[in-house]
């Protein structure tokens, strides 16, 4: 991902905490090498979790990691919708705006 794309927020922690964020950057990479699931899912896994916790700026992250992945907009919207029974409609309305920050610009 490249840096035009993080919030400004971010990458300004990030340029403080730099030992810090590698770490979790590469953590994050470990993480993900471990098991069978490919890239693409295991974005869209991540994507949900970050619903479910409400961080608007992980969804964002997610949104465009599970795009650069090979996620299509319909695999995304039907991610968030599959949430409904679990975390309820308003967090997913709530969601769905969030996705459209970022799938507008796809």
Not at 6 to 32: A, C, M, T, W
Request: charged share 20%; glycine share 6%.
């Amino acid at each position: 991902m490249t840096e035009e794309y993080l919030p400004e927020h971010y990458q300004n922690l990030k340029s403080h905490f730099e030992g810090y964020f590698k770490s979790l950057d590469d953590l994050g990479q470990v993480i993900r090498s471990q098991g069978p699931l490919d890239e693409k899912m295991s974005h869209l896994i991540q994507l949900a979790a970050a619903i479910a916790v409400k961080s608007e700026g992980s969804t964002h992250s997610h949104i465009r990691r599970a795009l650069k992945a090979g996620a299509t907009k319909q695999e995304i919207y039907h991610c968030i919708i599959l949430l409904t029974t679990i975390i309820g409609f308003p967090a997913v309305s709530a969601a769905l705006s969030w996705a459209k920050d970022i799938l507008k610009e796809y």
